[in-house]
T-cell receptor
Framework: EAGVTQSPTHLIKTRGQQATLRCSPI?????VYWYQQALGLGLQFLLW???????NRGNFPPRFSGRQFPNYSSELNVNALELEDSALYLC????????????FGDGTRLSIL | AQSVSQHNHHVILSEAASLELGCNYS??????LFWYVQYPGQHLQLLLK??????LVKGIKGFEAEFIKSKFSFNLRKPSVQWSDTAEYFC?????????????FGGGTRLMVKP
């Protein structure tokens, strides 16, 4: 069974640019979660999508947005990039029904110059 | 909102030593509890989970954790660590009865096992 896949592995941008990160969940999983792992701040919840809808978002500004496609893959968009957006962005997926653990991808390392 | 505290940021042990990593959470309702491990250069992997039932949970690679509801704790244990257990360990909580379903993570504990 293929795990959660994320692309690209690394992304280098400059301040003010826009970044798009992609995630493919495990086959059969309908829920996709995005987390930010920034140095010194730990793992913080960003967004949760299920069945194409945004179900919840963490304490991040609106320039962090995303969507989920009919095949349950997802993309995270970060607009007007700031230096503090430099972090590892992790995607996780799970089955939605019932208590289900989340399975994580390898992450996308976003570096802002 | 829930929060998770991991008291030990760095732990150094010799092989065969016993391990206990502390995890406390703050949330008054029903919670699901998890321990994840991140080996160097690898993605987060689920070590074990607690949803309900027996508060002593056994996971992969000889790890176990005990849920003590009265102490809001979910400590991770292993009787005898190996060099290959060197990794960062994260405790996480979600509250299934709220609308979030997201995981709240502790700050992580970096474990180094000396051969």
């Amino acid at each position: 069974e293929a795990g959660v896949t994320q692309s690209p592995t690394h992304l280098i941008k400059t301040r003010g640019q826009q970044a798009t990160l992609r995630c493919s969940p495990i086959s059969g999983h309908t829920s996709v979660y995005w987390y930010q792992q920034a140095l010194g701040l730990g793992l913080q919840f960003l967004l949760w999508y299920d069945e194409g809808e945004e179900r919840n978002r963490g304490n991040f500004p609106p320039r962090f947005s995303g969507r989920q496609f009919p095949n349950y893959s997802s993309e995270l968009n970060v607009n007007a990039l700031e230096l503090e957006d430099s972090a590892l962005y992790l995607c996780a997926s799970s089955l939605y029904r019932g208590n289900q653990p989340q399975h994580f991808g390898d992450g996308t390392r976003l570096s802002i110059l | 909102a829930q929060s998770v505290s991991q008291h030990n940021h760095h732990v150094i042990l010799s092989e065969a030593a016993s391990l206990e990593l502390g995890c406390n959470y703050s949330y008054g309702g029903t919670v699901n509890l998890f321990w994840y491990v991140q080996y160097p250069g690898q993605h987060l992997q689920l070590l074990l989970k607690y949803f309900s039932g027996d508060p002593l949970v056994k996971g992969i690679k000889g790890f176990e954790a005990e849920f003590i509801k009265s102490k809001f704790s979910f400590n991770l244990r292993k009787p005898s660590v190996q060099w290959s257990d060197t990794a960062e360990y994260f405790c996480a909580v979600n509250a299934p009865n709220n609308a979030g379903n997201m995981l709240t993570f502790g700050g992580g504990t970096r474990l180094m096992v000396k051969p």
